[in-house]
DNA sequence: AGCCGACTTAAGCATTCGCTTGAGTCGCCG
DNA sequence: CGGCGACTCAAGCGAATGCTTAAGTCGGCT
């Protein structure tokens, strides 16, 4: 298998960007051949011309289009990448803690905030993942500690409980089933479901009942956001089902009301997991510690009033290629 | 500059994966010394020892860490690019519009799906970004066009003015600004603020609103989501400024109230911004002219209510490493 | 036509990569 | 202490990469 090469990809980049070869060659300091020739290779490699000469600068091809998307991208984390590596002796600790969507929305900020406050200098990241791989992200080291079901038992895997919650099926004020009691899936099933992008899931408790009362792709509708979809819920557009404690002011308020759902599980257990022993980082060992604390409760089951704007980093939504 | 390898790459993401350089070897079809040269080489470059030997596995440096999870991003990254680039001639067209972090959340997904009726096989995916890099994003090719303000002018850029907005500065119902006229910086700067991720981006005008009434990061609270800092100011806890045609329910239903704020300027204009002439995809040229059509204004002005879960595409978060 | 600029191709060369084999080195356990 | 397992180092080799210079090719322009 013939590698494409970071050069190359530059290389590619910089065509695209400059819209010529010969501006990019300068633009590296190097010839125009030496240019030329890179991208023949990943033309060659990729079988595609990815590029034509077009009037005052280039048109990318379909498939050049995506390279140019995806070198960039490459380029610029490897660069990053090359950056953080080097500054890592720099003292601040470095933590990443995957969850599900709902997990990086609705607990993770509270979370996380009030755990930065007793572990100063610290710089979080946090991903939202599919519950399927958590156990994969831990032990690829591209996660410290996962927050949210506990993967599959595996031998180097440690899964903590420390919070149980509940889960609560909501609709608007005025929703037509709102007297109803013990509602089943033959009642649900095909009313409109308002869900975040990963509210399907099924290795999610939430995910899990919606496949128990048969809702499908086809019938629910995504949201960017879980709160985005709740909001949506509030206006009257359909059902969405969300942790207890997140919509209790809702409830209270009477935005949202919560039906009475009959012969599913809507209890469950957050657990946070890591890498056992010495494959643990201490960073990773203490916010293991931190989630059994009174404080971790209360900040997670607190209505999160945000987090300081200085001290914020926006989480990211991991894609995985199997 | 000596270039760090994919290949080098692969060899230290599965070492980390399989703890051990045995291990990764097997996995990889080559000798223990191929790999342990290839992780020396990594150990050379960046200046770091990357991992030692643990019991019953390894432990990774500070910066090793960092490296697992950049490499494990960049070779997946590389081999899914490979993989979509060989496999672009398959008829689905492409396209990645970027916008605001508002944008992305409360005006593209209304915009797109309707753009997407139109336009059948049609893979769409929607970047949040700040506005600072909407032309360099285009000029890069890594987005075909851009929703929002517009980009700085530039000889390859066309930007399309396409619909007016308005903001709105709004608080919870029971707030202690809600009968005062004519708020102006004076009573506002020191307001507890709530926003979403890039709620202080400058060029936007929200942020230059903000950044008028002299709000600082430090004094604003940030929202993994633009709706939740809605939800959080219809809670009570603050205030904050959206697009009026989006709060426009709550404003009605009553659920939140609108500020009477002077001196400011609160009305705006979006733009479909994209490269010219054979620059642009065709793709991009039809959402071009797409936007202009009522049933663009339509959709962004009615209420979302959600995209089909099965056609959904979450957003990403583009970090921009300058 | 004729030329010019922009790109591609070809040949050549130093360097590096990626790999293997074989010989250490290090820590550990009986 | 001998040996064992896991890793590192050294030498070496074929095949790339990455670069150059030099010689085409192609299209547009006057």
Same sequence: chains 1, 2.
Avoid at 17 to 36: F, H, I, Y
Avoid at 209 to 238: M, Y
Wanted: aromatic share 4%; proline share 6%.
């Amino acid at each position: 298998m013939a590698d494409m090469t970071l050069t190359q990809l530059r290389a590619f980049v910089t065509v695209a960007r400059l819209g010529s070869v010969k501006g990019a060659a300068q633009s590296l300091g190097v010839t125009e051949a030496a240019v030329s020739g890179a991208v023949a290779v990943l033309r060659r490699e990729l079988g595609d011309v990815l590029f034509i000469r077009a009037a005052g600068g280039i048109s990318l091809t379909p498939g050049g289009s995506r390279l140019a998307a995806g070198a960039a991208e490459i380029v610029g984390l490897a660069e990053e990448t090359r950056h953080r590596v080097r500054q890592a002796s720099s003292g601040t600790a470095h933590l990443r803690v995957a969850s599900t969507e709902a997990g990086v929305e609705q607990v993770l900020p509270a979370l996380l905030t009030s755990f930065g406050r007793r572990q100063p200098d610290l710089d979080v990241e946090t991903l939202a993942v599919p519950v399927a791989v958590f156990g994969d992200l831990l032990r690829d080291r591209r996660a410290d500690v996962t927050i949210g079901p506990a993967p599959h038992p595996a031998p180097a895997v440690e899964s903590i409980p420390f919070l149980r919650f509940q889960l609560a099926v909501v609709a608007a004020p005025d929703h037509p089933l709102r007297h109803r009691q013990r509602l089943g899936p033959a009642q649900l099933a095909h009313e409109p479901w308002l869900l975040g992008p990963a509210g399907l899931d099924p290795d999610t408790l939430s995910g899990a009942f919606l496949a128990h009362i048969g809702v499908e792709a086809t019938g629910a509708k995504a949201f960017p956001s879980v709160t985005a979809s709740l909001n949506a819920v509030a206006a009257g557009a359909g059902l969405s089902v969300a942790f207890l404690h997140v919509v209790r002011d809702d409830l209270r308020r009477g935005s949202l009301i919560r039906l009475d759902v009959t012969g599913a599980r809507l209890g469950g257990m957050l657990y946070a997991s890591a890498l056992t022993g010495e494959r643990r980082s201490t960073t990773a060992a203490a916010l293991c510690r931190f989630v059994t604390t009174p404080a971790a409760t209360q900040a997670v089951l607190t209505r999160s009033n945000g987090v300081p704007m200085n001290e914020f980093r926006p989480p990211v939504h991991v894609t995985i290629w199997s």
